[in-house]
């Protein structure tokens, strides 16, 4: 559980929005690993890398997977999956009983650090992002929970992959609206 409050857009929708007011909400502690992906793709076949539609994923929709069906040994089921489309995403969570975050909800949660709702005024904090998000990609991605958790008791929200949200490109759209 994520608890109400609010966040400082990076992006503003207009120059008076200084924060957003963000309802308490549930997420996953981690990303969605390869194994549960996998389980997914099993249960819902339209989903396999052969069978989806190229309007719901790109050519390189599960690439890393040996087959449609199959990890492979390269793969590690306990890592987070990639290279899968917001559609295929929204799918997931909805096969789920749930949801992929807003922006906004993804925001709160990650402004976390261990201790603070809001870790901007942590240098440690900071200095450790900053570290995270320099480094090159490792050739193998961690298992999920490798990390220390943030406040909320949430893993890897930053530096191992980029995560889809509900309205991912909302900030883009408010602001092209409002220099036009």
């Known amino acids: 559980l994520v608890a109400a409050g609010v966040y400082k857009p990076l992006f503003p929708a207009s120059p008076s929005q200084k924060e957003i007011a963000v309802a308490a909400f549930r997420m996953d502690r981690t990303p969605a690993t390869n194994g549960q992906f996998l389980a997914f793709v099993a249960a819902h076949p339209e989903w396999r890398r052969d069978r989806v539609s190229r309007l719901f994923a790109e050519a390189g929709y599960l690439a890393q997977w040996e087959s449609a069906d199959a990890l492979g040994a390269k793969v590690d089921a306990d890592a987070p999956v990639v290279n899968v489309s917001w559609f295929a995403a929204r799918a997931y969570c909805g096969a789920r009983g749930m949801r ?5 909800e993804w925001e709160r949660a ?13 240098p440690a ?3 450790e992002l900053l570290a995270l998000y ?5 050739a193998r991605l961690p298992r999920v929970g490798s990390s220390a958790p943030n ?3 949430l893993y890897d929200l930053h530096g191992v992959v980029w995560e889809w949200v509900l309205d ?3 900030a883009a759209a408010a602001l092209a609206s409002d220099s036009a």
């Open 100 to 104: 992929l975050p807003t922006e906004s």
């Open 110 to 122: 990650a402004a976390a650090s261990r201790d603070r709702a809001d870790g901007a005024s942590d």
């Open 125 to 127: 904090w900071r200095a």
């Open 134 to 138: 320099t480094r090159p990609s490792p």
């Open 151 to 153: 406040l909320w008791g």
């Open 168 to 170: 991912f490109g909302s």
